[in-house]
């Protein structure tokens, strides 16, 4: 199973030089350390696709070249170690008009001498206009749509006996994407990348991405997951984790077909905060989330507002820290280890986290 996000910035050339490269290089390990395996970069334009091409050869995480329209930017990035490109043979150009069989024929064939694979990715705001038509006079519901759209691009596929090839079916709808993927999957094995996309804010995102993926993975559908948000990549990867979490624990540990993730082992466990709070535990959580969802430990870390309940879901973590009064206390594996003023918990919170 694997979690994808997508950058939300256009690149240039200029990302990758100096400083503004140090940030970004930095910024992609931090995400490959939280627990994503591909970022996805919309590469509109000729400039994208080598900006795009050399930062894939600058990291190790793979990258995925988001195209449409064009075929020659999907040919270029391939010259590059990109790994993977999602396109849809039904945008490179009209179907049966002059070109465009050449056209996917090109990209098709530089993929598979290279050896990479290719995304489908049908969108129910894109549909082909005769499915479009007859969603709007209710001849045909979204998700049947989206899934006859998918395998049409699929019967391109392979009439040119590609085979690297995975499917995702989006749609802002919680109900159309599982019915949709669902159908998919009873018609055909393709790999499928879900997620219900243009989902939202934050929280609207991840309620909705929660209440489709928990549904589709515990039936077993799915290869690869993207919680779409109006948010920032890094949020993108934690509301992943904690739903492949959830996802996991109902199937005691499980889920059908795949191991259990070991990268799912940091657990936060942070309160609301409230008007008895003498330590904010919002502000310290969100200061502090990306860096313990890079932690490559298997753990539990508290961060907790004051004395009520404070005190005992820290010791219960291997590490917990919690307001009581007019000082910090922190705790390791149970035990009281320090008793610090507020200006000094930043610093003594990572030094205790080195030490787990
Ligand atoms: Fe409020 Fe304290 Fe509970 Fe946090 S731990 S929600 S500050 S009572």
Redesign the pocket.
């Known amino acids: 199973m694997v979690i994808q996000t997508m950058w939300k910035d256009r690149l240039s050339f200029s990302d990758l030089e100096g400083i503004a490269a140090e940030k970004l290089l930095s910024r992609i390990k931090t995400l490959q350390e939280m627990g994503c395996g591909l970022i996805r970069f919309a590469v509109p334009d000729s400039d994208s696709a080598e900006v795009l091409g050399n930062l894939a050869s600058m990291v190790s995480i793979p990258l995925v070249a988001d195209i449409h329209f064009d075929y020659k930017i999907a040919l270029r990035c391939l010259d590059y170690p990109v790994a993977k490109i999602r396109i849809n043979p039904g945008n490179i150009g009209p179907h049966g008009a002059k070109g465009t069989r050449e056209k996917i024929e090109a990209v098709l064939s530089k993929a598979a001498t290279k050896s990479r694979p290719i995304r489908i990715g049908v969108n129910a705001g894109s549909l082909p206009m005769d499915l479009r038509r007859m969603v709007n006079e209710k001849t045909i519901e979204s998700a049947e749509a989206l899934a006859q759209a998918a395998e049409r691009e699929l019967a391109i596929f392979e009439e040119f006996d590609f085979k690297d090839v995975l499917v995702s079916m989006k749609a802002s709808s919680v109900a159309d994407t599982i019915k949709a993927n669902r159908l998919l999957a009873e018609r055909t094995d393709v790999p499928l990348h879900v997620g219900v996309t243009e989902a939202g804010p934050l929280i609207a995102g991840v309620v909705r991405n929660t209440a489709a993926l928990t549904v589709l993975l515990g039936e077993g559908i799915g290869d690869t997951i993207r919680v779409s948000l109006s948010d920032t990549p890094e949020k993108e990867v934690i509301a992943g984790r904690e739903i492949l979490l959830v996802v996991s624990e109902n199937l005691n540990g499980e889920m059908p077909g795949q191991k259990p993730d070991p990268s799912l082992g940091v657990r936060i466990v942070s309160?609301?905060?409230?008007g008895?709070?003498s330590f904010d535990?919002i502000g310290f959580t969100e200061a502090w989330m990306s860096r313990l969802y890079a932690l490559d430990k298997n753990c539990t870390v508290a961060i907790?507002?004051?004395a009520?309940?404070?005190p005992e879901e820290a010791r219960h973590a291997d590490l917990g820290i919690t307001g009581t009064g007019n000082r910090v206390l922190i705790f390791r594996h149970g035990q009281l280890i320090r008793t610090i003023e507020r200006h000094e918990a930043d610093a003594a919170f990572e030094e205790e986290l080195n030490r787990l």
Do not use: Q
Request: glycine content about 16%.
């Open positions: 309160c609301p905060r409230c008895r709070n535990s907790m507002g004051c009520v309940n404070g």
